[in-house]
């Protein structure tokens, strides 16, 4: 037996340090920096090696390209021995470590990092097809030759990715199967069924996002010719109204029905998205779909009141942008809850949904989702006012097919202040009745917080087009009173108007949790189209989820258009917030992001990440 020079056996002496250890930390209360505060991941204990080249034959014999990171003896650089867990990336873009890819990090904790290049990216076989279910059989036929076949591998794999790595994280989830080799998922920067909704069109409309990507992807993918044919075909049928420009093309492409796979096949997944984000109600609605599903509920449901929370499925919902807000050693704490079976806090949490709340600046933690059964209804009324009861005379208001700043381009509609501030939690609509002078319409809403001194920051963003209104009434949620607080619309073909006559449209605005602060008020601005610094008529178009551009049958039919908006006892126009009192959440326990695991720069370094799960 080995023994130190005080003649205490080694064993005898590390667990009297333990001990001590446990008695100074129960009495001081301290924590780690880690949700739960009772992990951390300690002190990398190895290096990395460099990567080795393989190749991976799917199902249909496809060879996809591959590198490969294993864990190395610090000392010697060389492969450490035993076997090792298997974190798998599928990336379409040629640069690493940026959003994500956090290979060092992880190799140094112990997880083999293998990069796999989707079929018809990078070095691999193939053609390239958007977010498909091809790459989610790709991936379930990678995990488990990664599992059995990988030399070093445990047999145990989980998937991890942010962005266009992030989705094809979900299908590969959907697709594994039930009792695959893999345990876990990560999914960043993405989530279920809002391509056609948010981020390439809005509700129909093709948005600034869509026309900044589309026609660089090739380039950001690193010039494969398979990547530059798909986006310039999907791009030129998109805006030429063909298939890819309604919602049945996305059947197979990031569908919600994802969900109910991934939850069949038991794997945990925690969605970490952004409140900026220009997909982060894609999040949304994979978390929920997900939780449903576990509960064998309907995913396209709303969470039932009293519905227990499954800690598999978690999301993580920050104040900040596309690909931002991420940290590594969190990420590594699920896969050691999930994957290895690490007891690290977060496995038990009662409350699995983690969201940042704009205007307090704090993060909550909440169990279900939507927040708020019953909503608070306030009416478009005469004077450009927002009222909390029916207005008593009808009333009209002019829009035309405009820009914000011309003449007849915007309507206004205000709040009294807040007096005692209030919270916005859950999904924002509104219901707004008009008629056009033509065959289509298209309405752009935007809520603002704005503070007594005039300056107003925007909360929620949404919009519609008029021949493709009608919804979905197994996907929309509905409130007590039978308020749609949650639209979803169909979006599987146009069906114009009928020039003069009355519509009732339900315009879905992102959620949102934001706090008004006392003496705010809130305002509703309804455009046509967006501003010229979204959507110039020339040049380059930033990467946000506005619309901008118009497919041809919208270049055909809202050119010139007229609208008049109705409000009053006849035409209840209203806007529908999920309203709470101030400070209606228990504040969660944050700090700064716990882990040093990148040299990238990051284009948002002030943040948090919360602390309580």
């Known amino acids: 037996m080995n023994r130190l020079a005080s003649g205490l056996p080694i064993g005898v002496l590390r667990a009297l340090s333990l001990l001590l250890l446990l008695l100074v930390t129960t009495t001081a209360g301290a924590q780690t920096p880690y949700p739960g505060g009772t992990w951390e991941p300690g002190p990398a204990r190895y290096s990395t090696t460099a990567p080795d080249s ?38 379409p873009y040629p640069r690493l470590r940026a959003p994500l890819s956090p290979i060092e990090f992880l190799t140094g904790h112990g997880y083999i990092y293998l990069v796999v290049r989707p079929r018809g990216s990078g070095g691999s076989e193939g053609r390239l097809q958007q977010f498909s279910s091809i790459d989610g059989r790709d991936g379930a036929t990678v995990a488990a030759w990664a599992a059995r076949d990988l030399p070093g591998s445990d ?139 576990a ?100 009333g009209t208001a002019g829009l035309r097919w405009a820009p914000p700043d011309a003449e007849g381009g915007r309507l206004v509609f205000e709040t009294p202040p807040f007096a005692e501030g209030a919270t916005l939690a859950g999904p924002i609509s509104v219901t707004a009745y008009a008629r056009s002078s033509n065959t289509n319409l298209a309405l752009i809403a935007k809520l603002y917080d704005v503070a007594p001194d005039g300056t107003a920051e925007r909360v929620s963003f949404g919009a519609l087009l008029g021949s493709q209104h009608r919804l979905d009434a197994d996907r929309s949620w509905t409130g007590d009173d039978g308020t749609v607080i949650r639209p979803w619309p169909m979006l599987r073909r146009d069906e114009f108007l009928t020039p003069g006559e009355v519509y009732r449209l339900e315009i879905p605005l992102a959620a949102r949790q934001w706090a008004v602060a006392p003496n705010h008020r809130l305002r509703l601005e309804l455009t046509t189209q967006s501003p010229s610094e979204i959507c110039p008529d020339e040049g380059d178009v930033a990467l946000v989820s506005e619309p901008c551009r118009l497919t041809l049958p919208q270049r055909e039919t809202l050119p010139g258009g007229r609208y008049t908006l109705l409000f009053g006892p006849q035409y209840p126009s209203a806007l529908h917030l999920p309203q709470l009192p101030w400070h209606a959440f228990e504040t969660a326990r944050s700090g700064p992001p716990p882990a040093d695991w990148t040299d990238e720069p990051s284009p948002y370094l002030d943040f948090t990440l919360p602390l309580v799960w």
């Open 54 to 91: 393989l190749t991976i034959t799917t199902f249909d014999g496809v060879g996809l390209q591959a590198l490969v990171w294993y864990p190395a003896d610090p000392a010697t650089g060389e492969r450490a021995g035993g076997d090792f867990p298997v974190i798998m990336e599928m990336t």
């Open 155 to 293: 047999g145990r794999v989980g998937l991890i990715g942010c962005s266009y790595p992030g989705g094809t994280a979900l299908a590969t989830a959907a697709y594994a199967g039930p009792g695959s080799p893999v345990k876990a998922v990560v999914a960043a920067c993405i989530g279920l069924d809002m391509q056609h909704r948010q981020v390439w069109t809005t509700n129909g409309l093709p948005n600034a996002a869509l026309s900044a990507y589309a026609p660089r992807a090739a380039a950001i993918m690193g010039g494969v010719e398979s990547a530059a044919t798909y986006f310039a075909d999907f791009y030129a049928s998109l805006m030429a109204g063909g298939p890819e420009a309604y919602d049945g093309y996305w059947d197979h492409r990031l569908p919600l029905a994802w969900a109910g796979d991934i939850a069949r096949n038991e794997i945990p997944t925690l969605l970490w998205s952004g409140w900026d984000d220009i997909n982060e109600t894609g999040a949304l609605h994979a978390f929920v779909a997900l939780q449903n599903a």
């Open 295 to 394: 509960a064998g509920r309907p995913i396209q449901a709303p969470m039932a009141g009293e519905q227990p929370p499954d800690p598999r499925y978690q999301l993580l919902m920050g104040n900040w942008g596309h690909a931002q807000g991420l940290d590594a050693g969190v990420m590594l704490q699920w896969f050691e809850t999930w994957l290895k079976g690490v007891e690290t806090g977060i496995g038990r949490t009662e409350t699995p949904m983690h969201l940042f709340e704009t205007g307090t600046n704090r993060w909550v933690n909440v169990a279900r989702y939507p927040l708020v059964a019953a909503y608070t209804d306030w009416y478009l009324a005469p004077g450009h006012a927002l009222v909390d009861t029916v207005p008593d005379a009808e």
